[in-house]
């Protein structure tokens, strides 16, 4: 489709002895869009790649780009001609922005005349008045017949709108063409205001061996336009944005990498990041939250732990009384691996978990946030606290050797009122240079700080840990 051509003059214009011939203005709009592109990032950003099919004159010009995101960052803007790359040179750029509303309409017509138009209640007639817009600002203010009158009830009705309001947001180029053909050109630039975020649901079996895992895509687009029949890619991972200027790395080659079964999207290497490419066309609507599915697998291997967090404040401080009982964690993990059925890197988002109760009906469990996840590497969530899990401490005795050294010993009791033996993980962070001096469970050495007592708690019983720890500070 041929876009439209607006001719501001004919023949010539004289100016200062010189000639100059009438500039030819060319409006281009979504209706000559070819193809577009939207690559959203997960920081409020998204680049635009609009191709639009242009019939310019030959010579110096203007073209008007209608249809643009509202939020656009004009500094982004790039213009190409796809077909004449050669013959077409963008000479200057403006972006327009002051949109049309009526507090700007009368802006423009204060010291002017316009008329208002007035119903008479209870008869079937308007009354025309002609009226001297005096003031806008904090209501409106009009000399009608030599008096002046704070407001005034009607329809208020303005001879034109003026030429440097404009109904969408625009991008106008003066350009030098010369080519006779039309321009495939295609417009890149980035837009503030559309976002997308990951969101997990993960539903467990009845014994908490297995999951099923469903992921999806939430795009919001606040950015000011629609985008029809648009590619789609979605871009995971911090991308650095200077403050307050903003620049982007945003073409650049991607590989193919390894595609989650059930998935719409093909997962592509980016940079440092990862694109997310929809594998299909989809209408995108201004101020429009779109959810899409990422991805589906079911019977995924899942381990549930149990797990007490001490604290190593303790291990410095005479305590006299009972410790407030400490809460047991419950922590689903698996492994994003293909051996598990999945295998796609998983973008920043929510999991949240779900179960079937006794009636066979599903009831929410918990939930926590992943971060980006390549695969092969393992996600970990906290979904609660366990409710027959009980775990009390005690400090049994205490003494300090030297100015800078503690020895203290304790006592960690664990109590299952589950209908099933559990295995509870006592996890003890430790202080400078540290020594076990005894303990009536076999534990291991996570870290420099770290060592961690993995216990069996029979059904209705308990499990008593009890260890004696040197610490110099």
């Not at 209705?460 to 610490?471: A, L, N, P, Q, W």
């Amino acid at each position: 489709m041929k876009v439209r051509l607006w001719t501001l003059g004919i023949g010539f214009l004289f100016l200062s002895g010189g000639i100059i011939q009438a500039q030819t203005v060319s409006n281009s709009t979504v209706e000559n869009q070819k193809e577009v592109e939207v690559t959203v990032y997960n920081s409020s950003l998204g680049l635009i790649k609009d191709i639009r099919s242009v019939q310019f004159p030959v010579g110096e010009g203007e073209l008007r780009f209608m249809d643009i995101a509202a939020s656009v960052m004009p500094e982004t803007v790039h213009v190409k001609s796809l077909n004449h790359p050669d013959q077409l040179t963008v000479l200057e750029q403006n972006y327009e922005y002051d949109l049309i509303n009526e507090t700007k309409l009368l802006d423009k017509f204060v010291g002017k005349q316009i008329k208002i138009i007035e119903s008479r209640e209870f008869q079937d007639r308007k009354d025309v008045i002609d009226a001297v817009l005096l003031s806008n600002n904090d209501g409106h203010v009009y000399k009608i017949n030599n008096e002046i009158y704070l407001g005034h009830p009607g329809i208020k009705v303005l001879p034109e709108i003026p030429g440097n309001l404009i109904a969408t947001p625009t991008l106008a180029w003066h350009y030098d063409n010369k080519s006779a053909e039309p321009h495939d050109i295609e417009v890149s630039y980035l837009t503030q205001n559309i976002n997308w975020k990951a969101d997990y649901v993960l539903v467990l079996n009845q014994d908490d061996s297995q999951s099923d895992l469903s992921g999806w895509v939430t795009l919001d687009n606040q950015s000011g336009t629609a985008y029809r029949n648009a590619g789609l890619k979605l871009v995971a991972g911090e991308v650095n944005r200077v403050q307050p200027a903003y620049q982007e790395k945003y073409m650049m080659a991607a590989a193919p990498m390894a595609e989650s079964r059930g998935s719409q999207f093909e997962e592509k290497s980016f940079f440092e990041y990862h694109i997310y490419d929809l594998q299909r066309k989809t209408t995108i609507k201004d101020r429009e939250i779109k959810q899409i599915n990422l991805l589906e697998a079911n019977a995924i291997p899942i381990q549930k732990e149990f797990v007490v967090q001490g604290v190593s404040y303790y291990l410095t401080s005479f305590y006299g009384g009972q410790i407030p009982k400490q809460p047991v964690n419950v922590y689903i993990k698996f492994k994003n691996s293909k051996e598990n059925k999945l295998g796609m890197s998983l973008p920043a988002g929510i999991m949240r978990l779900y179960k079937k109760d006794n009636e066979g009906k599903l009831q929410f469990a918990g939930e926590d946030r992943i971060e980006h996840t390549p695969k092969d590497e393992e996600v970990k969530l906290k979904i609660g606290e366990a409710f027959d899990l009980v775990a009390e401490r005690k400090q049994t005795d205490f003494k300090q050797v030297t100015t800078q050294s503690y020895e203290s010993e304790w006592e960690v009791v664990l109590r299952n009122h589950k209908e099933e033996d559990v295995t509870v993980s006592v996890v003890e962070p430790l202080l400078g240079q540290w020594q076990v001096l005894s303990n009536n469970h076999e534990f291991i050495k996570k870290d420099a700080a770290t060592i961690q007592f993995d216990v069996l708690v029979p059904k209705d019983g308990e499990t008593k840990i009890t260890y004696r720890v040197r610490i110099g500070t």
